[in-house]
């Protein structure tokens, strides 16, 4: 197994660049059938879902627009709790369908965070989808609408997934060493 050293801890590779890009391939099928009487828009949360969203972008077969926000929660390998506000989203959502990327739904604050912000702007419709779901860690019961993997409760890198910072550029997911 290819190990890699990112600060101090080690990674071993867990989903290969091929696995996502296959993944994505059929979650963008899905998502161009059920939206293919609407005008969607995606709305990447950043940094980690920007390789995410690109990917998944261009394997929709729809006209959508990409738009792009930032919060913040997280710092290290375990969860702060902590969010901040949203940075950076300057569009009207009123009446729109939106789709929400994430790259990955650990305990799912962020994402309950962010779904009763957007709420206040009265979209049509918020549908979310993430590339990695820890269900093991998840605190919420709102519903997930396209889930790429569901993955164990441990700290991964890779694919827009920092480590403090590293590790977001790798095309593959690599998972913490436990030994
Ligand atoms: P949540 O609010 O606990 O669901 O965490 C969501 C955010 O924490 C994600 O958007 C990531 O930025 C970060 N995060 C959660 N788990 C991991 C992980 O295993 N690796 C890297 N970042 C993570």
């Known amino acids: 197994m290819q190990r890699k050293k990112i600060h101090d801890r080690e990674f ?27 005008q969607l828009i995606i709305l990447g949360v950043l940094n980690g879902s920007f390789m995410v969203l690109a990917d998944l972008s261009r394997y929709l077969n729809l006209p959508v627009s990409c738009e792009f926000l930032k919060i913040s929660s997280y710092s290290g390998t375990q969860s702060t709790g902590k969010i901040t506000s949203i940075i950076g989203l300057n569009i009207d959502l009123t009446g729109k369908s939106v789709l929400i990327v994430e790259d990955i739904v650990d305990t799912g604050l962020s994402m309950k ?8 702007l009265n ?44 590790g977001r550029n790798l095309p593959d997911i690599y998972q913490l060493c436990t030994s």
Do not use: C
């Not at 071993?12 to 609407?38: C, G, H, M, P, W």
């Not at 164990?152 to 480590?163: E, M, R, S, T």
């Open 12 to 38: 071993e590779v867990y989903l290969t660049s091929t696995q996502i890009q296959s993944r994505l391939k059929e979650v963008a099928d899905q998502i161009s059938n059920d939206f293919r009487d609407d």
């Open 113 to 120: 965070f962010l779904l009763d912000e957007l709420q206040k």
């Open 123 to 166: 979209p049509k419709k918020i549908s979310i989808m993430t590339l990695l779901f820890k269900r093991e860690a998840f605190r919420y019961n709102y519903p997930l609408d396209y889930v790429g993997f569901e993955i164990p409760n441990k700290f991964v890198v890779g694919y827009g997934l920092d480590y403090d910072g590293l």
